[in-house]
């Protein structure tokens, strides 16, 4: 049996799922019958399905000590670490129209293997060669994006038509890194990732069919049922998302009428950070 639900948001958003119920015999109830229930969640802006069990989270893992293993990585690493501040200007590359954009402790300079024409590299502290997620500092997170917006207006300035941008970090290996030292790899281009084009897209039909911005309608439709929104800030919306892609899934929105990065000042800048 399928027991559909819809939820009306604010505007034309939907939040849709379809609810089903799993059995078996379990053995953590001495193989009595266990019911578990199943969403499939669609997104509602691209229509994407996700399934939802949150009995997952009970499942059976083996334990990895991570504290020690990485604290040996970090010391291993350090010995030949190209982005910590004794070595990075011999070992990264320079930008034609200027050496390398500095800010305090932070650098960036392009990368030497590039995805895109205009591909740079952001160390965001090259004393540092390990911060912890939760050490981040508002400055350090300021430095960063200020240099990634000084890029970006640099680029526009000589090609007009990269205006796709991106900021991405992947932090440690896990997440794809190649070096343990915290970096950020910042794309400009004149053609969007699939990602990107795929939510400009879907958002023009939104605004084409309805007459309404789906971002400002996503956010207050998140506001108004209250389930999933965790912090409102001065220029930005923080909840976790309807039909998630990953795990530990949330999505940050500008709340202000802002269309462009390049177009934050100083303040709100920090505001980000």
Not at 63 to 86: A, G
Not at 234 to 261: Q, R
């Amino acid at each position: 049996m399928i027991k559909r639900l819809v939820i009306n948001g604010v505007g034309n958003i939907k939040y849709v799922k379809h609810v089903v119920k799993a059995r078996l015999k379990s053995p953590l109830r001495n193989f009595e019958i266990d019911e578990q229930v199943i969403e499939y969640r669609k997104d509602p802006l691209i229509g994407r399905w996700c399934r939802i069990n949150i009995l997952r989270t009970l499942r059976e893992k083996h334990e990895v000590d991570i504290e020690s293993y990485l604290k040996k990585l970090v010391i291993e690493s350090f010995r030949d670490c190209i982005f910590c501040e004794f070595v990075v200007h011999e070992k990264t590359p320079k930008f034609e129209f200027t050496e390398r954009l500095h800010l305090n402790e932070t650098l960036g300079f392009p990368n030497l293997y590039p995805f895109s024409q205009n591909h740079m590299v952001v160390i965001p502290s090259t004393k540092k060669h390990y911060i912890d997620l939760t050490n981040y500092d508002v400055e350090t997170m300021y430095n960063t994006l200020k240099i990634c917006i000084d890029f970006f207006k640099h680029v526009i300035s000589r090609n007009p038509l990269a205006k796709y941008t991106s900021i991405n970090m992947n932090y440690l290996f896990p997440a794809g890194a190649s070096i343990l030292h915290p970096h950020l790899q910042v794309f400009q281009d004149h053609k969007p990732t699939w990602f990107l084009a795929m939510l400009l897209r879907a958002s023009r039909r939104y605004y084409e069919k309805y007459g309404r911005n789906f971002w400002r309608d996503y956010i207050e439709s998140e506001e108004k049922l209250e389930e999933r929104i965790f912090f409102k800030g001065k220029l930005t919306t923080w909840f976790s998302t309807y039909a998630p892609i990953a795990n530990y899934e949330v999505l940050g929105i500008i709340n202000h009428d802002i269309d462009s990065i390049m177009k934050l000042n100083d303040d709100e800048i920090e505001a980000l950070s």
